[in-house]
């Protein structure tokens, strides 16, 4: 039998060979790294509470949900009437010392996180629940330009789970052109006006992000402010 003849070996340039072994080396870096923050991670979160801590946060929220049940019997103050049928509320404070009851009322006000604010119609079930979180919230009575700044300035719109800035009038078209509704403008004068379509467009806009004030500035306002002296306490800016 004739002999087999050696095959060529397949040749491979050096240059993909180093840029292989380059991707290699950058995937298992890449790979521990990822390691290492899963692990950190979990380290991080991970917090071992002592019975004091439990006993602490129990007694809060019992008291609170005491406070919040006698404000809720007080007759509504004469101050807390509605003043305008739009109101814009501030959500400044309030975390783990709240009872689920008072983070029910604050939900369904759509104020998750501290330092967001969010335009309502002034009516009876919204000032009974005002009253309730009185010590988590202030709010106050915006005028037409008050409305203009926060929603030119710090306006966002939720289409489809996705959030957007109000910068395009196609997308607002789009979602609220069945209303009549096509540009920022027509938001606008809809809030300012607690239009016929004043739901539509507030469950449009997302909540509003503020600014974190200093401490000195909030330091014992539990009562309504005008809306101008809210617009100075969270700083609303183009710049922000």
Known sequence: ????????????????????KNNEDWANRRKEQLEQRVKKSKSDNFVIKKPEQFIREYR??????????HRGKRPVKASMFP?????????????????????????????????????????ERVLEILQKVEPYVTYGYPNL???????????????????????DNNIIEQAMGDHKIICIEDIVNEIANVGSHFKEVCSFL?????????????????KPFKMEVILVIVRIKSTS
């Open 1 to 20: 039998m004739a002999e087999e003849e050696p095959k060529p070996l397949n040749f491979v340039n050096e240059i993909v060979l180093k840029k292989r």
């Open 83 to 123: 003043q305008s049928k739009l109101l814009f509320i501030i959500r400044i404070q309030g975390k783990n010392d709240m009872c689920p009851q008072t983070r029910k009322h604050l939900y369904s006000l759509r104020l998750r996180r501290v330092f967001t604010g969010v335009f309502v119609k002034a009516n």
């Open 60 to 69: 809060d929220k019992e008291a609170d949900l005491i406070k919040m049940k």
């Open 206 to 222: 997302c909540p509003f992000n503020l600014n974190k004030p200093d401490n000195k500035v909030l330091q014992g306002k539990k």
């Open 145 to 167: 330009k008050s409305v203009n700044e926060l929603i030119y300035k710090k306006g966002l719109a939720k289409v489809n789970k996705q959030v957007f800035p109000l910068t």
